[in-house]
């Protein structure tokens, strides 16, 4: 951590479905030395993809998603552009990155919006994919995306140190830094203060803002401009925070059980939800599966995610379904990237392609 500067980390060892070690070592601010603990919440960045998927499925168990309906037939939203090829998207596309959705596409330039290629043909990282994905479930479920996951995944699973309201005011939250400074950039809260003064205005907590009021306070931002056409604050893509035994408690589902909560998915969901759909790489054991990601190495199955806001942070999480293990890494700095893959090897004995491989080749 010190060669890399980075100021703060959480690592949390999972042995056989129990947390079997954790460790909480720096700051989670380098101006004030506020010393991290096993319960300062960090930025988790995609790594947010993975929880909202779980949180997708459980819709999918419900009955109130077809994976292979378009999502036009729930909701076309308004930023999309006049393109066919959008009419044939689902949901089992956004989850394993086949949309072709780019990452991220510009309101301004209605084309970057369009598919890069026929769904379902190609893997291809998509941030775009999962944020119409949240409007969809938004949309069926009637509540914001915080307030949904609440419901539906953090007060069932205990989590009670996470949230996707891009939002907060706890003081226990880790600051995202670069070179091992505090970033210029800190996502939500460059506009914590506007947001939160806002939501006392309304009399309505941002965890239960929907898009609409995100939209809302976009408007009440620039009034002399015309209101926004979406707003990517809580972002089912990257907006969630939430401390290392709250992600370790996410990753111990992943794993068959036979005390399956009802709450929880299916045994079949579960399933396929950690089964290769999609090669990232055609020959390299590297797939997607719904959510996760996936790859098989000498010792077996990995699937988890991993994550980086701008830098400023560094996540991963790992898990071994069929031996129950699972491996929690959260640094508040993007060279934490470095020091995590040193982690990895030292503790699983290998290294896994996501570290070096390039995930988006030349489509032929």
């Not at 998927?53 to 999502?71: E, F, M, N, S």
């Not at 072709?100 to 084309?111: M, R, T, V």
């Not at 009399?203 to 926004?228: H, L, N």
């Not at 996410?250 to 399933?271: I, V």
Request: proline share 6%.
């Amino acid at each position: 951590m010190a060669a890399a500067c980075v100021p703060g980390l959480c690592a949390i060892l999972v042995r056989n479905g129990k947390i079997a070690w954790v460790r909480a070592v720096g700051v989670a601010k380098v101006e004030g030395g506020l010393p991290l603990n096993q319960d300062t919440m960090f930025e988790a960045a995609s790594i947010s993809k993975a929880v909202f998927a779980y949180i997708a499925l459980q819709l999918a168990d419900r009955g109130a998603l077809d994976l292979d309906k378009p999502l036009v037939d729930y909701l076309r939203p308004n930023y999309l552009p006049d393109d066919a090829a959008l009419a044939t998207i689902t949901a089992r596309h956004v989850l394993t990155h086949t949309s072709g959705l780019p990452n991220w596409g510009e309101d301004s330039k209605p084309a970057s919006l369009a598919p890069q290629f026929t769904p379902g043909t190609h893997f291809s990282y998509s941030g775009e994919g999962l944020f119409w994905l949240q409007l969809v479930a938004e949309h069926l479920t009637g509540l914001g995306l915080d307030a949904m996951a609440r419901k539906m995944l953090f007060v069932p699973a205990g989590m009670t140190r996470s949230t996707f309201a891009a939002y907060t005011e706890d003081t226990n939250v880790s600051w995202g830094h670069v070179g091992g400074r505090v970033a210029k950039r800190q996502g939500w809260r460059d506009w914590s203060a506007f947001i939160g003064g806002l939501a006392r205005e309304w009399g309505k907590p941002v965890q239960d803002w929907t898009q609409a009021d995100w939209i809302r306070a976009g408007g009440a931002f620039d009034p002399k401009s015309p209101p926004p056409k979406r707003v990517l604050f809580a972002n089912a893509a990257a907006s969630l925070v939430l401390s290392a035994p709250d992600l370790a408690k996410f990753m111990m589902l992943l794993s068959p059980r036979r005390d399956r909560a009802p709450w929880e998915l299916k045994e079949t969901t579960r399933a396929e939800m950690t089964t290769p759909a999609v090669a990232v790489r055609e020959g390299v054991p590297h797939w997607w599966g719904l959510g996760v990601e996936i790859e098989e190495g000498t010792n077996g199955r990995r699937v988890g995610h991993e994550g980086n806001n701008d830098g400023r942070c560094a996540t991963y999480c790992g898990a071994e379904p069929v031996t129950g293990d699972a491996l929690v890494i959260m640094a508040n700095d993007g060279a934490g990237f470095g020091v995590y893959q040193r982690m990895v090897r030292a503790i699983t004995g290998r290294d896994q392609f996501s570290f070096f491989a390039n995930e988006n080749p030349p489509i032929s």
